[in-house]
């Protein structure tokens, strides 16, 4: 049965010239519905989420947080958050996950990604940590470094995709050899637990009928 929400994700997915591809041609079409068909389904995983409580104020309240989720098939997956997608990311990180080991993930009904730093400080803001653990669906897998500079190829994607608020596709890699690489945007609401807890909720299309949950968490322990 067609997933009314993906559906709607795909019919809002703007063009970005002849950079972009299809995601419905081409041999790319397969990753990129598997991708569409998984990404959207995050609930539930790991202790964060008792940690956070019940959000006390949201962040932003006329407009939404942009996030990307992107990756070369064979590489790893990384995760930029814009507060405006025409700008730089605010954060960017590239997440200890290929990308297949991502779409196992979110092959399950319920998965949540979340980040975790353990910091002796609490001067910074939560997102200008830079070490992170990183969990999804509870299971650990590793640590990640939040990047000071993008490098080539985020730099590439952000750009290609300035004129994009929310949809899914394949970008052609930098080189020939790189291959293709699968993205997913999407807008998200943003709160704050505390000021050690942040969390993005993916808002779904309005009028999409059993509406999916997309969450990323935030948390600085200490």
Same mark, same amino acid.
């Given at each position: ?103 196992? #993930? =979110?092959?399950? %009904?319920? +998965? ?8 002796? /400080?609490?001067?910074?803001? !939560? &997102? ?20 000071? #500079? =993008?490098?080539? %190829?985020? +730099? ?8 994009? /608020?929310?949809?899914?596709? !394949? &970008? ?51």
């Amino acid at each position: 049965m067609e997933n009314p929400t993906l559906i709607s994700l795909l019919q809002h997915t703007t063009r970005t010239g002849k950079r972009s591809k299809s995601s419905g041609s081409g041999s790319g079409s397969g990753g990129i519905f598997r991708m569409l068909k998984l990404l959207p389904m995050l609930t539930s995983g790991c202790k964060m989420v008792a940690l956070l409580g019940r959000p006390r104020r949201p962040l932003l309240t006329d407009h939404a947080t942009t996030g990307t989720l992107f990756g070369y098939r064979r590489g790893k997956v990384s995760l930029a958050i814009q507060e405006d997608p025409h700008r730089l990311p605010v954060f960017v990180i590239e997440l200890p996950m290929n990308s297949s080991a991502f779409q196992r #993930e =979110m092959a399950s %009904d319920t +998965v949540r990604l979340s980040l975790e730093s353990e910091t002796t /400080s609490r001067k910074k803001k !939560v &997102l200008e940590e830079f070490v992170w653990a990183v969990y999804c669906n509870g299971r650990k897998y590793g640590y990640s470094i939040r990047r000071k #500079e =993008m490098t080539d %190829d985020e +730099v590439y994607v952000m750009q290609s995709l300035r004129g994009v /608020s929310m949809g899914a596709g !394949v &970008l052609p890699g930098l080189s020939a050899m790189d291959g293709e690489l699968t993205y997913m945007r999407a807008r998200f609401g943003r709160v704050a637990g505390s000021k050690d807890s942040e969390a993005f909720h993916m808002i779904n299309l309005e009028g999409a009928e059993n509406g999916q949950e997309l969450s990323i968490f935030f948390l600085r322990l200490h």
